[in-house]
């Protein structure tokens, strides 16, 4: 079992920048894969970027070069940063974590790009 713990949302002008958490209630060597995902309203949830055990990452292309997935292991933390950020971006930011065979999911944080 995998509790995941997200923070650091909120509202942000657009060029703005802000730094999302996600808190492991296990340590990360533990959990194969984690990601970020977001759902704007009215859509479907989709993936932000991704972070496997190895270190290796990835983003979909509408965030390539704004935003950074990291990982702390002393914190079990994981972390988005994301900068030049557009409305568009706008959404509940949500944790995923996959430990096999289960997948995880946090609560959700609200992020809002304004205009």
């Known amino acids: 079992q995998v509790q995941l713990v997200e923070s650091g949302g909120g509202l942000v002008q657009a060029g703005g920048s802000l730094r999302l958490s996600c808190a492991a209630s296990?340590?990360?060597?533990?959990?194969?894969?984690m990601g970020w995902y977001r759902q704007a309203p009215g859509k479907q949830r989709e993936l932000v970027a991704t972070?496997?055990?190895?270190?290796?990452?990835n983003y979909a292309d509408s965030v390539k070069g704004r935003f950074t997935i990291s990982r702390d292991n002393a914190k079990n933390t994981v972390y988005l940063q994301m900068n030049s950020l557009k409305p568009e971006d706008t959404g509940v930011y949500y944790c995923?974590?996959?430990?096999?065979?289960?997948?995880?999911w946090g609560q959700g944080t609200q992020v809002t790009v304004s205009s």
């Open positions: 995923k974590a996959y430990s096999i065979p289960r997948e995880y």
């Open positions: 972070i496997i055990a190895s270190g290796s990452t």
């Open positions: 296990k340590t990360l060597f533990s959990i194969n894969y």
